[in-house]
């Protein structure tokens, strides 16, 4: 692997592994407004639409060539801001547990759109012991910071289903 990409991934990882720490001591605030999430979400998508235009050829920035694209980043966009708004509604260790169990619906969809063949029940068994095992793992490790009603929690529910149906659409 080229050690300039290697370097890039090693970024990206540590600077998302960041955002993330601070977005959870960041809700855990409080008198947060909820608008803070899609701030700092739109902050994130900002930064990196805005980087690549910098360096990539104008050339490069025809319509039908970028509309993939666009359409991925608006998923991606709206997956980010969902799974980040609900962190005003349940524990963070829920989202965690949410976003590690995209695989399901991620496999789903892959089957549907015919991406991939279709999946055995064994595979989503598998899946199924491997989300299972992540929430059992985090189980009791934070606290809600808002979460004062159950219409909250169901709030953040869907909105954590939400961003994993779009984490799933992006993957394809």
């Known amino acids: 692997m080229d050690l300039r990409l290697g370097l890039l991934v090693v970024g990206f990882f540590l600077c998302h592994v960041a955002f993330e ?40 920035f025809t319509k039908s060539s970028w509309w993939p694209f666009v359409t991925v980043s608006c998923m991606v966009f709206l997956s980010n801001g969902l799974s980040q708004y609900s962190t005003h509604h349940v524990e963070f260790t829920v989202k965690i547990v949410a976003k590690a169990s995209k695989l399901l619906p991620t496999m789903l969809i892959s089957g549907l759109l015919g991406n991939s063949s279709h999946f055995q029940a064994l595979d989503y068994a598998a899946a199924l012991l491997l989300c299972a095992g992540t929430a059992l793992f985090s189980y009791g490790g934070g606290r809600a910071p808002n979460a004062a009603s159950s219409w909250q929690v169901v709030v953040g529910m869907l909105a954590l289903a939400v961003s994993c149906m779009f984490d799933g659409l992006a993957c394809h």
Do not use: D, K
């Open 21 to 60: 720490a601070l977005n959870e001591m960041l809700v855990t605030l409080p008198n947060v407004p909820h608008s803070v999430t899609l701030w700092s979400v739109a902050a994130q998508f900002g930064l990196c639409t805005m980087a690549p235009m910098t360096r990539a050829p104008r050339a490069l």
